[in-house]
């Protein structure tokens, strides 16, 4: 039987979740736009995530949009007493499907009221600024979401896409609970951010962790592939193992729209990588 093995973290100091998650980007339709094919499958996703031990879901209103919040709400709601759901606010999704940023306060509030009726929860666990807006002075988006924790609208403030000096810019503001940044083990450019995370005891999402769709895990692919033979394993479960080996704020949010594979990425929190293979990855 599958079981997520993977430690625990506690998110802002208090909500102690799985540190192998469960990214829900992938129960939209095709190009992350509109509903998934069959939502009944989609569904049958989320129920066997928290069967197995996945307590930490992260989505975003811009993933359909707004399809996979009210998927998980449908799923879930209105008893999330084993599911910490963190979701993101901050990005416009276009017909053309692209994403342009939108830090501005007024619309903040918008997606955030939004994101509650699609989860249908009074309080988000975790909310997270999806992407920093070169139009608006970041620190007004970030003391928009200050405001929603002081009005007890959202739990936990986390922030995505950032640098260290964003990061500590949003530090001066408020709690920062999350980082979510984009590393894998062929993409390490944010790695002062992860090291920034540590030193303030801040939990660091990556995501896209098992690289791009191809697995493309850079000039690491050969040793990977060695690795993962040597287990018996996927590469892409050999990717998730180095990650969740690599520091202890570390949170994977592998994400699929399959039960099969969910378990595979699960499984992976069971592998325990020696120290000789930690370091041919690194």
Not at 260 to 281: C, P, T, Y
Request: charged share 30%; with cysteine; aromatic share 6%.
């Amino acid at each position: 039987m599958v079981e997520n093995e993977s430690d625990t973290f506690d998110i802002g100091g208090e909500l102690t979740v799985h540190r192998l998650g469960f990214g829900a980007m992938r129960i939209t339709g095709e190009e992350i736009i509109g509903p998934p094919e069959d939502e009944e499958v989609a569904r049958e996703v989320l129920e066997r995530a928290r069967e197995i031990g996945v307590d930490f879901v992260d989505t975003a209103d811009s993933y359909g949009p707004a399809v996979s919040e009210r998927l998980i709400g449908e799923t879930y709601g209105p008893d999330y007493e084993d599911v910490v759901v963190a979701t993101k606010g901050g990005l416009w999704r276009t017909l053309d499907g692209s994403w342009p940023p939108c830090g501005d306060p007024e619309y903040l509030q918008n997606a955030l009221m939004g994101s509650l009726d699609r989860l249908g929860v009074d309080s988000i666990d975790l909310y997270q600024f999806h992407r920093p807006d070169p139009e608006v002075p970041f620190e007004e988006s970030v003391q928009q979401l200050a405001e929603f924790k002081d009005r007890g609208l959202i739990e936990h403030v986390g922030v995505s896409n950032v640098s260290v000096e964003q990061l500590e810019t949003a530090c001066d503001i408020v709690e920062v609970a999350t980082v979510q940044n984009e590393f894998n083990v062929g993409d390490r450019s944010d790695e002062d951010v992860l090291e920034a995370c540590e030193y303030a005891g801040v939990g660091f999402i990556p995501w896209s962790p098992i690289g791009s769709g191809d697995d493309d895990f850079g000039d690491k692919a050969d040793v990977v592939a060695e690795i993962a033979e040597a287990h018996d394993a996927s590469d892409s479960q050999i990717a998730l193992a180095w990650l969740l080996q690599r520091s202890p704020v570390t949170l994977p949010i592998p994400g699929t729209s399959s039960v099969d594979h969910l378990e595979e990425n699960v499984a992976a929190s069971g592998i325990e990588l020696s120290e000789d293979e930690m370091n041919r990855l690194e």
